[in-house]
């Protein structure tokens, strides 16, 4: 049971570029997130999904974009990089049965746009 | 609008005495309420969680928390503190009924000293 996986781990990126931030989950979790993490910030919610084609804008959404096509998958889309996304990424998925109910973070993504 | 203030950036305690973080919010509803533990370049881990019931709630590692609803806070604690709690800790908030769209707080460092 591997939870929520995150891919990649580490990414530089030149500004303009865009990348997939990959999230994977084997729970069976309807619910699922992204935040970003910024020193001084805590995290803050990008966008998250309800289930299946389902997405809708948390906090921060600008810059970014999100499809959920199947349970498992939640990718979260830089269309055009900027320094300012430079962050730490995680991709939480929400458990909401009996006692086991809570989130569970993936180990997140350092992205660095230079 | 739901938030979360955890006053303290850092807190300093020596080995072996109590600990305390602290953690206020302002939400419109009765609250869920999140306790969370980072240790460096890692994910996020869940500590304990207020849904309803005991004020008190007990979690990982030895670690509590009380639900003070007159005072809107819900301060982590532990009776003695060990060098291996040295980690970023998070306070997190969301409206009754679901903890979707969860807000944390800005994060306390936490230096247990040897």
């Known amino acids: 049971n591997a939870g929520v996986t995150q891919t990649p781990k580490f990414q530089v990126l030149k500004t303009g570029q865009s990348m997939t931030l990959q999230c994977a989950q084997d729970?069976?979790?309807?619910?699922m997130s992204w935040y970003r993490q910024d020193p001084g910030m805590g995290l803050r919610l990008i966008h998250y999904s309800v289930g299946a084609g389902i997405t809708d804008q948390g906090e921060v959404p600008n810059g970014y974009n999100v499809s959920r096509s199947t349970t498992e998958d939640f990718p979260l889309r830089l269309l055009s990089a900027a320094p300012s996304q430079t962050s730490v990424y995680f991709c939480?998925?929400?458990?909401?049965?009996?006692?086991?109910?809570?989130?569970?973070f993936g180990s997140g993504t350092r992205l660095t746009v230079v | 609008a739901q938030s979360v203030a955890q006053p303290e950036d850092q807190v300093k305690v020596a080995e072996g005495n109590p600990l305390t973080v602290k953690c206020t919010y302002s939400v419109s509803g009765n609250p869920y309420l999140f306790w969370y533990v980072q240790y460096p370049n890692r994910g996020l881990q869940f500590l304990l969680k207020y849904i309803t019931g005991d004020n008190l709630v007990k979690g990982s590692y030895g670690f509590e928390a009380e639900f003070n609803k007159s005072q809107t806070s819900f301060h982590l604690k532990k009776p003695s503190a060990l060098v291996s709690d040295s980690a970023l800790y998070f306070c997190a908030v969301s409206l009754s009924g679901s903890a979707r769209q969860l807000t944390f707080g800005s994060g306390t460092q936490l230096t247990v000293l040897p």
């Open positions: 939480a998925t929400l458990g909401e049965q009996g006692s086991n109910y809570g989130y569970t």
């Open positions: 729970m069976n979790h309807e619910y």
